[in-house]
């Protein structure tokens, strides 16, 4: 943050609600410390902690070091300036007078250099069962009369359809729809803006973006870490509530919206919400719940089966892996499935989208199709947007083929740089075009609360799977039966029934080769 301009007049308040837990420490401090030190801050920023249990400022800096990624040539002096712009508050979130304190705080430091305009951000990073009383504590005591206000709200956001309704409808009458900011985590990822670009402005994406050309879409959040943190929530709230109806329902929509009339930013929410209504109601025959277990291999002592951590129920049933396959009922779409993929405790750590195109007819005499394209958008471990096709493998006589990828972006792939830090300069600038509307939440709840509710009364045993492998394997049935194919140089799984190796198997390159042109190559040998 740039020193104090004399001639400024607007004075920011950032209020972390619930900065004790672990969502303050490694995600919001970091991106706000690094934007300071950046100087991307607004002048006159200050920064307010407020949550049940007493934090000492010297104490809570320390916990943040391990997550600030610090550089001890350049950041010292700087980081001890960041502190001095952090004030501590404790109180209840059921008391009014404890909001009542803030305020006095928020508008103690505000006033301290003549400031005549404050804004205030309120990031609730706090438990759903205390979020009512946050909300109308807030709106009742500690907005700003001189200048905006703004709420960021994490998920989960409720728990179904029904228990939704009335948590829209506490937020929406203590704040404006304007005010609003529902956090997701991976619509400010590059990438996903890149394709964005990429599908809107080139004929030829822009033309085979349809059913009539596109087979399938696989959208992966792949975890090979076990349920540790947030222990409690997860268990409670299941992957599906976590991951599947927030993060990966948004990455659907950014997929498969029709182009927006303007840059406003309703005009783009409107369109997520269009494609959202037009999406079917998931059906328990297309969704496949797996658990992880013990692969009796594991020496160390965190890897085991879900069930046989200390801090989980050793009855639990809450799904670990959830492959859901959704349709949509439009010009578009209609006969492409969406398949999501998510879990935990699986053979890697990856997020991706795999838009995988219709074969086209490459032997004619065999009857026989080539291996289709696939359009890859990789947001980690490395953002990458690249396209996988086949040409002539170089060096070789004949026509021996060799699967490639197209790079699609204009940078080195590199590692993914945190995302808060342009979320929350987004939020500083008013800028809601990568932020859900409150009805999009609504639409997404439609969509699975019927699934959702059949598994928390019927409570179906999930299929386990061991730890670090794929998932289960009727997952990737699921997958097959819809039309999504697997390849060696991707994913492979093979059939259970089958003895053979892996290696064994024909690769990508084996497989698109045409047998006129495998002819062709021994005429020439």
């Known amino acids: 943050m740039l020193p104090i301009d004399p001639s400024n007049d607007t004075a920011y308040s950032f209020v972390v609600f619930g900065a004790s837990g672990r969502l303050a420490l490694s995600k919001i401090f970091p991106a706000l410390w690094q934007l300071y030190r950046d100087n991307r801050l607004p002048q006159g920023t200050k920064i307010f902690t407020f949550c049940r249990s007493r934090l000492e400022l010297a104490k809570y800096r320390i916990k943040c070091v391990p997550y600030m990624g610090l550089d001890r040539d350049r950041d010292p002096e700087k980081y001890n300036s960041f502190w001095t712009n952090v004030h501590c508050c404790q109180g209840s979130y059921d008391n009014p007078q404890d909001f009542v304190n803030l305020k006095e705080s928020l508008v103690r430091q ?13 990031y609730l990073a706090v438990p759903p069962v205390v979020f009512d009383n946050v909300t109308l504590n807030i709106s009742r005591k500690c907005l700003s009369i001189t200048g905006w206000n703004r709420v960021i709200v994490e998920k989960p956001f ?14 929406c009458q203590t704040f404006k729809e304007s005010q609003i900011y529902m956090i997701d985590h991976y619509l400010s990822k590059r990438v996903i803006q890149n394709f964005f670009v990429l599908r809107f402005t080139n004929l030829i994406w822009s033309e085979t973006w349809n ?17 540790h943190s947030r222990a409690d929530y997860f268990n409670q709230f ?49 969704l496949v719940l797996g658990q992880y277990c013990n692969n009796g291999m594991e020496t160390d002592p965190v890897k085991v089966g879900y069930t046989q951590h200390s801090y989980i129920p050793k009855d639990s049933l809450t ?26 405790a699986l053979n890697e750590t990856k997020t991706e989208v795999r838009v995988q195109y219709k074969p086209m007819d490459c032997d004619l005499s065999a009857r026989s199709k080539s291996i289709p394209n696939e359009l890859v958008l990789r947001l980690s471990p490395r953002e990458e947007l690249f396209m996988r096709m086949m040409l002539k493998q170089p060096g070789r006589d004949g026509l021996c083929l060799r699967q490639t990828e197209l ?43 019927s699934a959702l509710s059949f598994i928390d009364v019927e409570r179906p045993k999930p299929l386990l799977y061991d730890f670090g492998s794929r998932g289960p394997m009727a997952a990737y049935e699921l997958a097959a039966r ?7 140089s991707g994913e492979f799984h093979a059939n259970p029934n089958s003895s053979s190796d892996p290696k064994d198997s024909p690769s990508r390159a084996q497989q698109a080769t045409p047998t006129w042109m495998i002819t062709s190559l021994k005429t020439t040998e």
């Open 319 to 344: 799904p670990t892996f959830a492959m859901a396959v959704l349709r949509i009922n439009s010009k578009r779409w209609t006969g492409v499935p969406f398949i999501l993929r998510v879990g935990k």
């Open 482 to 488: 819809n039309g999504f194919k697997f390849y060696q």
């Open 110 to 122: 505000e006033t301290k250099h003549n400031m005549t305009l404050a804004n205030r951000i309120f």
């Open 211 to 227: 059913s009539k050309h596109i087979a399938a879409v696989m959208i992966t959040i792949k975890c090979e870490k076990p349920v």
């Open 158 to 171: 409720a728990r179904n359809e029904l228990t939704y309704k009335p948590y829209q409808t506490q937020l």
């Open 407 to 449: 790079n699609l972006m204009l940078r080195e792939r590199s590692p993914v740089i945190d995302n808060y830090q342009s979320l929350l300069l987004d939020i500083f600038a008013g800028n809601q075009m990568l932020f859900m509307r409150t009805d999009e939440q609504c639409e997404i709840w439609r969509i699975f609360s």
């Open 238 to 286: 299941g992957i599906i509530r976590d991951v599947m109806t927030n993060d990966m329902m948004q990455l659907l929509t950014m997929l498969t919206i029709e182009q927006p009339y303007s840059n406003y930013v309703e005009d783009m929410r409107d369109e997520k919400l269009k494609v959202l209504k037009q999406v079917l109601t998931l059906d328990m025959n297309d």
